[in-house]
């Protein structure tokens, strides 16, 4: 699996979107660690879990 993301990226996940806005601080393998703005830091599985890039509306 390629992942398309790199640090700073901004994120969401789209299976739960209440989380907010998270900002990507590292990828080590499948292992993602978001800070996201409203529950804190996770580490996804990018193989279980699809983030989106957040889009900001023009």
């Not at 209440?18 to 660690?33: A, C, F």
Request: aromatic share 6%.
């Amino acid at each position: 699996m390629i992942i398309e993301f790199e640090p700073g990226d901004k994120v969401i996940n789209p299976l739960n979107k209440d989380w907010g806005i998270g900002q990507i601080q590292s990828i080590i393998n499948n292992k993602i660690t978001v800070n996201f703005q409203n529950v804190g830091k996770k580490v996804i599985n990018a193989e279980n879990i699809g983030l989106e890039k957040f889009k900001k509306n023009a």
